[in-house]
């Protein structure tokens, strides 16, 4: 597997990942719009993120091609401290191990070419797959963030965690 920054044309792809609002809002809980995400929707938040150099976006391939996407970004002005989010893979392909494969890409590219630290994200406590994926990686819990995402009437606790490099 090799991370590669995201293009455009991978949002087709990505966005077909996501087949019900409630996988929607588990990946981005209230980042985007209505369900379902539109690759022309996606692409246009991240050209207006790109404007502000601390948000980076990539895409994971193999052999297969595209299998996967996440987001960087800097969460501190001394650019110490790197945030991942919007952590999907293919969902043909789940369960074997390309999540972690790809945070593990992600980690050590924060470390060596972003000079992070320390690396945050957030998971919702009802999706167990990936707090297993993110553990698997190397993340530790940390705690709970002290709101709530209202989803159709459920409250989501995050679960904060960290991987200190």
Known sequence: MYLRPYKSCDADKIVSWIKDEKAFRLWSSDRFGDFP??????NAYYAEQD??????EFTAYDEQGVCGHMIMRFTDEERKTVRFGFVIVDDE??????GRKMLILA????KCF??????????FENNPAALGCYLAAGFKVVGTDDSFYSYHG???????????L
């Open 154 to 164: 459920e409250d989501w606790t995050c679960i904060e965690m960290e991987l200190v």
């Open 93 to 98: 392909r789940r369960r074997q191990g390309l």
């Open 107 to 110: 980690k050590d590219y924060a």
């Open 37 to 42: 995400l539109t690759a022309d929707e996606l």
């Open 51 to 56: 404007l502000n150099d601390r948000h980076f």
């Open 114 to 123: 972003l000079g992070a630290e320390k690396i945050t994200l957030g998971v």
